[in-house]
């Protein structure tokens, strides 16, 4: 088998490990920990809502992914020294290459709402952007194992 074909399935497979990394901070989605759980119900008013961007994982998988396949790639450029230099700059660029694209695909676009709790408090809590919130509404604040979210 070709290194290129080596190179190539690893990447494939690489890839699928990133977007099963990418861990959700959505208000809808629940760990398998966070089910069946007690969770605290405070009801509140939107005060503000501003958008955020989620940072995403830099857990290494992309980077040792890019680098062995930097590394197969550069081997095949020259022969002797010129193969091992390759490889070496091909894996340095290549693991450079594959965390930035780690990050990449697994940031999110994220809301930041502040909310006046019926108490008086007034808390903010950040989460994906997959519900839209809007000033003046009536939300519940889920607040349970180290993890609160806010739904309609």
Do not use: P
Not at 34 to 55: A, D
Not at 64 to 93: D, E, K, P
């Amino acid at each position: 088998m070709s290194h290129r074909l080596i190179a190539i399935g690893f990447a494939a497979v690489a890839t699928l490990i990133l977007a099963g990394c990418a861990g959700s901070q959505s208000g809808s989605a629940y760990s398998r920990s966070q089910t069946r759980g007690e969770m605290h119900v405070r009801m509140g008013m939107v005060e503000s809502v501003r958008s955020v961007t989620i940072e995403g994982t830099q857990s290494g998988v992309g980077a040792v992914a890019g680098g062995v396949v930097g590394g197969v790639a550069g081997s095949n450029v020259g022969q002797g020294r010129g193969s091992t230099v390759g490889s070496v700059l091909g894996a340095v660029l290549g693991g450079v290459a594959g965390q930035a694209i780690e990050e990449k695909t697994t940031k999110k676009d994220g809301v930041e709402i502040t909310i006046k709790l019926d108490s008086g408090q007034i808390i903010a809590v950040t989460q994906e952007a997959d519900e839209q919130f809007r000033a003046g509404e009536r939300v519940r604040v889920l607040s349970g194992s180290g993890v609160t979210r806010v739904s309609h």
